[in-house]
């Protein structure tokens, strides 16, 4: 919603191997935000990237989960040697705009399931 | 550990009364609060949100009240339709560390 669109919808991949995600922000904000998205757990925060950043910082200790910015308007989650416990949905989510930097619009999310 | 705790997984309600969404959160360290709505297979829609320097915050139909010494919030949404019936789950910021933390969601149903 709100211009904020997220690829695939749907992906499984093999534990161990690296997977992206995609995030296509079309009013190209600055900051973009990454939540993993547990049933019955909440969301929690991943990264963020910026678009001055083209790495970004991590909020996970274990350093698999970083965000990239290869355009403006695109951010990708890439997440190393993936784990059964990373199965969940990814959602990618954006500033309202209207002053503040909180994220405000989020994408539908991709389900990501590692077998 | 929950930083921020819907305690009531699902509530019914009539079509037009008031409904009543309750959030706890136990970091005072939050200045900013927002709560969302979600249907199945879509990301979260933003409906409202409120800083930690205020204690109500009114738009249309939903309004949001903040109890800064009991670290409690609620979502009043009046009168009720049923299309308001969705997952509700409050988020909790702390401005300038870019870390939302959502509760666990509380899923409404509206009743004609």
């Known amino acids: 919603g709100a211009g904020v669109s997220q690829s695939p919808r749907y992906k499984v991949a093999k534990r161990g191997r690296d997977v992206a995600l995609r995030c296509d922000s079309i009013s190209g904000h600055v900051t973009l935000y990454w939540y993993r998205q547990t049933l019955g757990q909440g969301s929690e925060v991943l990264t963020y990237?910026?678009?001055?950043?083209?790495?970004?910082k991590s909020g996970r200790p274990s350093g698999r989960f970083s965000a990239e910015r290869p355009e403006r308007s695109v951010s990708t989650l890439k997440i190393q040697r993936t784990e059964q416990g990373d199965s969940a949905v990814y959602l990618c989510?954006?500033?309202?705009?209207?002053?503040?930097?909180?994220?405000?619009?989020f994408g539908d999310g991709t389900r990501l399931s590692i077998l | 550990d929950q930083q921020v705790k819907q305690n009531s997984p699902s509530l019914s309600v009539q079509e037009g009364r008031i409904s009543i969404l309750n959030c706890d959160y136990t970091?005072?360290?939050?200045?900013?609060f927002l709560w969302y709505k979600k249907y199945p297979a879509e990301g979260p829609t933003f409906l409202i949100s409120?800083?930690?320097?205020?204690d109500k915050n009114e738009d249309g139909r939903f309004t949001v009240f903040l109890n800064k010494s009991a670290k409690h919030l609620s979502l009043h949404i009046v009168p009720s339709q049923p299309g308001d019936s969705a997952v509700y789950f409050c988020a909790a910021l702390i401005q300038g560390a870019q870390k939302l933390v959502f509760g666990q969601g509380t899923r409404l149903t509206i009743n004609p």
């Open positions: 990237s910026q678009s001055d950043a083209q790495r970004d």
């Open positions: 409120i800083s930690s320097i205020k």
């Open positions: 970091n005072s360290m939050f200045d900013y």
């Open positions: 989510a954006s500033p309202c705009g209207c002053g503040g930097n909180q994220p405000q619009h």
